[in-house]
């Protein structure tokens, strides 16, 4: 009896941590992106960072994503408002790969949702 009360019991747990964990299917690592980005050009992808907010491409509604040292551009669409500063923030969109001055060539998510985690 104890070893099944112990199997349902690892089995419930399973299930629940499949069920409710916080990253989505689909969301791909900052530093995949990063690495292998060009194959993914066009792509509707989910990605989860830190936003900093408080940099020069704000005033062009850009801020970066950090997850370790690794970043990414986000563009904003422009009914949406820039997430705090420091927040956790999950963010879907396509990855484009555009040149801006100051920046040159960049990959970065053309955002359609942004939230916070």
């Known amino acids: 009896m ?4 112990t199997a349902v019991f690892l089995c419930i747990w399973l299930l ?3 069920c409710c964990s916080s990253t989505p299917s689909g ?6 992106l990063q690495n ?14 830190l936003a900093e907010t408080r940099s020069h ?7 970066k994503i950090y ?10 669409p422009e009914d949406a408002e820039m997430p705090p ?7 879907t969109g396509a990855l484009q790969q555009k ?3 100051g920046l040159g060539k960049t990959i970065c998510i053309e955002a359609t949702k942004v939230m916070m985690e």
């Open 57 to 63: 491409m704000s005033s062009f509604r850009m801020f």
């Open 99 to 101: 040149e801006f001055s």
């Open 2 to 5: 104890k070893k099944l009360d």
């Open 36 to 49: 292998k980005g060009m194959e993914k050009l066009g792509q509707n992808v989910v990605a989860v960072g």
């Open 85 to 91: 500063q420091g927040v956790k923030v999950r963010v």
């Open 16 to 18: 629940f941590s499949l």
């Open 67 to 76: 997850d370790g040292g690794n970043s990414l551009w986000v563009v904003l």
């Open 27 to 32: 969301t791909i690592p900052i530093r995949d």
